[in-house]
């Protein structure tokens, strides 16, 4: 099924609905949330998912598992999706909180196949056969760590958002502190607290996922400065440690071949 709203079909008694749907660049989709899990794969593009718990950036022909009645948000740039809309109790492996995954070539080219199946699709022979192969495909891949807490509280989560919107190298402790009415060492003590790290390295962390979308258009060098950086090696070391793979390999088609990190 392609550019159908689950909303159509959500009432079939099948236990993966396979749809894809093409976003145009910049796309929000608002807060919301579905009965069923979802597989949520960008065959082109950046997607970034949002939760009251935390944000997950989910660069190209990679996925999101998110599981059933999470309210959630996902903007979409430049995104082609494969999504699988799944009951819940077909897969009562799947994770508790939204988790960014690798997609193998082979279940690439199973979700391709299934979005051509009708919302009925017969289960007995091929289309069954491939419904239940991406099931187990799902559950053999690897999470990647393209994710970042955001703070229980409102005041610390608003800080948060804000600078996940505009990330900023500039910024302080002492200055967030200020905002929230905090001494340093207090506010530095709370927020670690809450999202398990400091506030300078969960801002470093903010950067870096920032340029994710970035490295699609530009190169390392003009990212390596935006974020932050004093030069592209360095930019590249601190990706490379966070994600456990080089910038280089996020480039667009454009710049594949020629990004010299």
């Given at each position: 099924m392609r550019n159908i709203p689950l909303d159509e079909v959500d009432h079939v008694e099948r236990a993966v609905l396979p749809i894809g749907t093409d976003y145009p660049p910049g796309h929000l989709l608002d807060w919301h949330e579905h009965r069923r899990a979802q597989f949520l794969y960008g065959a082109t593009g950046v997607m970034v998912v949002d939760t009251a718990d935390g944000t997950w950036t989910v660069p190209p022909e990679r996925a999101v598992l998110i599981p059933a009645a999470t309210r959630h948000r996902v903007r979409?740039?430049?995104?082609?999706?494969?999504?699988?809309?799944?009951?819940?109790?077909?897969?009562?492996?799947?994770?508790?909180?939204?988790?960014?995954?690798?997609?193998?070539?082979?279940?690439?080219?199973?979700?391709?196949?299934?979005?051509?199946?009708?919302?009925?699709?017969?289960?007995?022979?091929?289309?069954?056969?491939?419904?239940?192969?991406?099931l187990h495909e799902i559950n053999a891949g690897s999470p990647l760590p393209f994710h970042l807490r955001v703070p229980a509280s409102a005041d610390l989560a608003r800080l948060c958002r804000a600078y996940l919107a505009a990330p900023d190298a500039g910024a302080t402790n002492a200055a967030w502190a200020a905002r929230v009415a905090m001494s340093e060492r207090a506010f530095t003590r709370r927020f670690r607290a809450e999202t398990g790290d400091s506030p300078a390295v969960w801002r470093g962390r903010a950067r870096l996922l920032a340029a994710v979308p970035l490295l699609r258009e530009r190169s390392v060098t003009e990212v390596s400065g935006r974020a932050g950086y004093a030069s592209p090696a360095a930019f590249t070391a601190a990706f490379t440690r966070s994600f456990g793979m080089p910038p280089s390999r996020f480039a667009g088609p454009a710049r594949r071949g020629r990004t010299a990190w």
């Open positions: 979409m740039l430049g995104v082609s999706t494969r999504s699988l809309y799944i009951e819940p109790d077909a897969v009562p492996w799947w994770p508790a909180a939204c988790t960014v995954v690798e997609v193998s070539p082979l279940l690439r080219e199973l979700l391709a196949v299934a979005v051509g199946f009708e919302a009925g699709y017969s289960l007995a022979g091929r289309e069954g056969a491939v419904a239940t192969l991406i």
